[in-house]
Nanobody
Framework: QVQLQESGPGLVKPSQTLSLTCTVS??????????WSWIRQPPGKGVEWIGY???????YYSPSLNSRTSISRDTSKNQFTLQLTSVTPEDTAVYYC???????????WGQGTQVTVSS
């Protein structure tokens, strides 16, 4: 019964960095062979996969967001984080963290957190 919970500021100014943390309980983020992803859903649109950090620490990002995305982790706190730089209002979305057994499977999700980019 792994649990994931997103946290971070709900409002970010344009050109600044969006930073979110996913806190995991009920399982270790270093356990083989899980992948820990960030996913977002803009209002009225479909979901978009942002990237993942694997149990090994390897990362991979969506090509469309690669230049602005960084995912890292703090194993002592069992947390992983998302940083998205140079944000614009188009980055406004509900952001989710999720766990999957491979890069394309997401069996466990957090509840999501709203992030609005506005001046």
């Amino acid at each position: 019964q792994v649990q994931l919970q997103e946290s971070g500021p709900g409002l970010v100014k344009p050109s600044q960095t969006l930073s979110l943390t996913c806190t995991v309980s009920g399982g270790s983020i270093t356990t083989s062979y899980y992948f820990w992803s960030w996913i977002r859903q803009p209002p009225g649109k479909g979901v978009e996969w942002i990237g993942y950090i694997a149990y090994s620490g390897n990362t991979y990002y969506s090509p469309s967001l690669n230049s602005r995305t960084s995912i890292s982790r703090d194993t002592s706190k069992n947390q992983f984080t998302l940083q998205l730089t140079s944000v614009t209002p188009e980055d406004t979305a509900v952001y989710y963290c999720a766990r999957g057994s491979n890069a394309a499977n997401f069996g466990s999700w957090g509840q999501g957190t709203q992030v609005t980019v506005s001046s």
